[in-house]
């Protein structure tokens, strides 16, 4: 498998690209943001949906590392064009009055990582409050549920743990993600007022999850 440095250092290659390219489209592809509950099935629903649309796809682990690394996240500006530094930094600007945000160092790398991909558009990024950092207007923002004992049931069987060991991780993670997002972003991760579409994957499969994000993407679906 490749490290998550060399997958950052291909997409800052790409993005450089594209950046040179002298007729460069306008219209973005879609950006979508996944929040999902532990064990709900939440990251492979978004791989699937990337893997479908030929989209960029940015898991925990990769906007994790890019928003620790100051250098990284300054390479990422600089696949920017003056007018995409100048959209992203209104972004910053007006989340942080809006929210009444102090950021703190990774908070700022944090921001800048997530609001550069949102800018360059085609992707899908997963977890670390991305559905709270891009505008509304600038991504479709996905919540994936599931009741609580087939999520523990889910990580049971993908662990190798006992249910009560499963159910204890989901309990643990699920708080963890709740702590992260009141403490960044000053909100609640499970309103739905936050979202614009919310999956139940208890009734759903993971191929209708993705058929429900590519309607509301308005696209023809498969």
């Known amino acids: 498998m490749k490290s998550i440095e060399r997958i950052i250092e291909e997409q800052v290659k790409r993005w450089e690209a594209m950046r040179s390219e002298e007729?460069?489209?306008?219209?973005h592809k879609p950006v979508v943001t996944f929040s999902r509950e532990p064990g709900s099935g939440g990251s492979i629903i978004a791989k699937a949906l990337a893997?479908?649309?030929?989209?960029?796809f940015f898991h925990r682990e990769i906007?994790?590392?890019?928003?620790e690394s100051a250098r990284i996240s300054e390479r990422l500006l600089e696949t920017l064009d003056e007018k995409g530094v100048s959209v992203l930094d209104d972004w910053i600007s007006t989340l942080i009055n809006e929210k009444h945000l102090w950021p703190d160092q990774y908070?700022?790398?944090?921001?800048?990582?997530v609001g550069a991909i949102g800018r360059h558009g085609g992707a899908v990024i997963v977890g670390r409050g991305a559905s709270f950092i891009l505008p509304p207007e600038a991504n479709l923002?996905?919540?994936v549920i599931a009741p609580l004992e087939i999520r523990a049931q889910n990580v049971a069987r993908d662990y190798?743990?006992?249910?009560?060991?499963?159910?204890s991780r989901?309990?643990?993670t699920e708080s963890d993600r709740r702590a992260f997002v009141r403490k960044y972003f000053h909100e609640d991760v499970g309103a739905a007022v936050n979202y614009d579409l919310i999956l139940n994957t208890g009734t759903l499969s993971?191929?209708?999850?993705?058929?429900?994000?590519k309607g509301a993407l308005g696209l023809a679906q498969e």
């Open 23 to 27: 007729q460069r489209a306008e219209a």
């Open 51 to 56: 893997d479908q649309l030929k989209l960029n």
């Open 63 to 67: 906007i994790q590392k890019m928003a």
């Open 107 to 113: 908070q700022r790398h944090l921001l800048r990582v």
């Open 141 to 143: 923002r996905v919540r």
């Open 160 to 167: 190798g743990a006992s249910f009560d060991e499963a159910k």
């Open 170 to 172: 989901v309990l643990r």
């Open 206 to 213: 993971i191929e209708a999850a993705v058929d429900a994000i």
